[in-house]
């Protein structure tokens, strides 16, 4: 079995044995304990199939998924700064056709995702994303983050979910990891991942990690599969 090269050396050193990152061609999932959190002391802590089982309809449509993250005002004050005006900027360059209302709507929706204010960063190399093994990249999805983020994630948290503050639907065993290339130098929207809740509190993801916020992906390359990981 050929181990995962994609990411740094030092990231897949500072993995635990058990979460060695492999080849698509030979995935091994191997479910890791997940926090989940009761929502009142009535409600005894269920295991992560149960939830699936029982909550499908809300899990699927992400219904009950709420972020804890910027609030409105905050934003709003962003987007009038010059920071958040390249990147009202880049999102219209993303899609002219769009109107100015659908424009807002898309940046409100993105920055929330964290809870603090993003960086403004120049970016010429590569960012990756994980999904649950078997699953494409969004062509329109702008939360990436660094191979760097995913070693201090998997030292820090649980689980990858719960530093990246991941809804149930997108949770797995096993990630697919894919990568990006900058054409040229281009902005980036470094923020720290807001925490989640899911199931009016069933589930609780603690978030902290960076994610790089990219609101024009036409900017990047597609994502190219590079190899998996284990939650």
Partial sequence: MRTFRG????????VSPG??????????PVPLPI??????????AQDLDALRAVHAREINDLS????????RDAIDAYLDSGAGQQFLRELRAADPAASADTIYARAV??????????????????????????????PYSPYFTTS???????GRCATLADCFGLPLKSEAPLYDVYQ????????????????TEELGGL???????QQYLLPNRSLWSAPVLIGTIKN
Avoid at 64 to 71: C, E, H, V, W, Y
Avoid at 203 to 209: I, L, M, S
């Fill in 148 to 154: 760097a983020q995913l070693q201090l994630a998997s």
């Fill in 35 to 44: 926090p989940i959190a009761a929502a009142s002391g009535a409600m005894p």
């Fill in 203 to 209: 589930v609780r993801r603690k978030g902290g990690a």
């Fill in 180 to 195: 990006i290339m900058p054409k040229g130098t281009v902005n980036v929207f470094v923020s720290q991942v807001a925490p």
């Fill in 19 to 28: 979460a060695w990152a492999q080849l698509d061609s030979a995935p091994t």
């Fill in 64 to 71: 009950t998924f709420r972020t804890a993250g910027l609030p």
């Fill in 109 to 138: 929706e993105q920055l929330a995702s964290g809870s603090t204010l993003p960086d403004l960063q120049p970016m010429a190399a590569a960012l990756v994303k994980i999904v649950p093994h078997g699953q494409n990249v969004s």
């Fill in 7 to 14: 990411l740094a050396a030092a990231f897949l050193l500072a």
